[in-house]
């Protein structure tokens, strides 16, 4: 059942965003990956073995490679000029988890 899903899911996210990353440069191919290992603090290779297996994350691994983007990328903005400066212009994206929404919500409309 749970393998039915996920290969559903998976044919739907093709259909929805194949269109979009095939017109990715390479250089906005790896911004992505380090974004959502940043957002995520998971690489993009992790996300995919636990999803799909280790079997297909490392063919997808080995298919980024081919176009010269890691899913295994890391972001690390106190090595990697580039990283730091997706920082600098992105500073203000957090991620806040369920239970703490609500404290966001009064801290964003600034009425305590």
């Known amino acids: 059942m749970r393998d039915q899903y996920l290969k559903r899911m998976e044919k ?3 259909a929805q965003y194949k269109p979009i990353f095939k017109r990715f440069s390479r250089r906005q191919a790896r911004v992505l990956v380090k974004l959502i290992q940043r957002e995520t603090n998971q690489t993009g290779y992790d996300i995919v073995r636990a999803f ?3 079997f297909r994350a ?5 298919f980024g490679k081919l176009f010269g983007v890691s899913l295994k990328g890391e ?4 090595r990697d000029e580039q990283d730091a400066m997706l920082d600098r ?9 369920a239970d ?3 404290e966001l919500t009064t801290i964003s409309s600034g009425q305590y």
Request: no cysteine; charged share 20%.
């Open 58 to 62: 490392t063919f997808w691994q080995g």
């Open 100 to 102: 703490e929404q609500e």
């Open 89 to 97: 212009i992105d500073p203000y994206t957090e991620y806040y988890p």
């Open 75 to 78: 972001f690390r903005p106190a």
């Open 12 to 14: 739907e996210i093709f």
């Open 52 to 54: 799909l297996g280790t």
